[in-house]
């Protein structure tokens, strides 16, 4: 078990389920400039480094409508986390912390999210920035920003 897998004082952990009651296909592929978690972000810049977004076939064909400068919301699975931990402690704390109180990629279902800003489109490949997850991260699903699309709902 790596350090990074290694459990902190005060941490609890519970024996994972296997049983599937979903099934994810990925869609796509993400390429950030970080190889290892302590090197990630701890949330999103949007200012930060442009980082790219690879699509699928046939799924490229989804991204008619999309625009630059526009706020993506990046669905995307921690495939490195474990997901065995109820209590945490983050760096910093000195109490445990439920798992459900913080945004830490150990989960049950180790689902992230970035908002981003579409900086471009290349064929299958999208540039943006705003991304804190390792090089590699296999992509569940991207959406319109909920605030960009309600304003796009009303007009």
């Not at 390429?31 to 290892?36: K, N």
């Not at 526009?70 to 109820?86: G, T």
């Not at 943006?128 to 699903?141: A, K, N, S």
């Not at 699309?149 to 009303?154: A, H, I």
């Amino acid at each position: 078990m790596s350090q990074q897998q290694a459990k902190r004082p005060g941490e609890v952990a519970v024996e994972h389920p296997q049983t599937s009651d979903a099934s994810l296909q990925y869609i796509g592929r993400i390429h950030t400039p970080w190889e290892q978690r302590e090197d990630c972000p701890r949330q999103g810049d949007p200012d930060g480094p442009e980082c790219q977004i690879e699509i699928f076939p046939p799924w490229h064909q989804a991204l008619a409508g999309l625009e630059p400068q526009r706020s993506l919301e990046v669905l995307y699975w921690l495939h490195q986390s474990r997901r065995d931990l109820v209590l945490q402690c983050p760096k910093g704390r000195q109490q445990p912390v439920g798992t459900f109180a913080l945004r830490s990629p150990v989960r049950p279902n180790p689902i992230g999210s970035s908002l981003v800003t579409l900086v471009g489109i290349d064929g299958r490949m999208l540039r943006v920035r705003g991304l804190d997850c390792l090089d590699g991260t296999p992509l569940l699903d991207l959406k319109p920003a909920r605030a960009v699309f309600m304003t796009d709902l009303r007009s």
